[in-house]
Nanobody, 118 residues
Framework: QVQLVESGGGLVQAGGSLRLSCAASGRTFSDYVIGWFRQATGKEREFVASITRSGITTYGDSVKGRFTMSRDNARNTAYLQMNSLKAEDTAVYSC????????????WGQGTQVTVSS
């Protein structure tokens, strides 16, 4: 198993930027695809971004061009750089992990709150 802990959330003005981190514990971090998801109050969980071991990224349509995901396998950490934030980006952001051959994300962090004002 892998344990995930998110950090970096907070309150930011619309148009601003924020960087989230996802720190993993375990010995096989590089074996996992890491994804970011978000869930706003009263709405379903939404896919934000994912990144493979080799750095291939995928983004949800609502964040493409504004968010950038990266990872540092040596530090067992993945990142989500969020730019040009909008009020509709307000949500709890969670990171998740799955093996490359898995069909679902089986490991989840507890989430970090991102609030975009104005």
């Amino acid at each position: 198993q892998v344990q995930l802990v998110e950090s970096g959330g907070g309150l930011v003005q619309a148009g601003g930027s924020l960087r989230l981190s996802c720190a993993a514990s375990g010995r096989t971090f590089s074996d996992y695809v890491i994804g970011w998801f978000r869930q706003a109050t009263g709405k379903e969980r939404e896919f934000v971004a994912s990144i493979t071991r080799s750095g291939i990224t995928t983004y949800g349509d609502s964040v493409k061009g504004r968010f950038t995901m990266s990872r540092d396998n040596a530090r067992n950490t993945a990142y989500l750089q969020m730019n040009s934030l909008k009020a509709e980006d307000t949500a709890v952001y969670s990171c998740a992990a799955r093996r490359l051959t898995a069909t679902v994300y089986g490991f989840w962090g507890q989430g970090t709150q991102v609030t975009v004002s104005s």
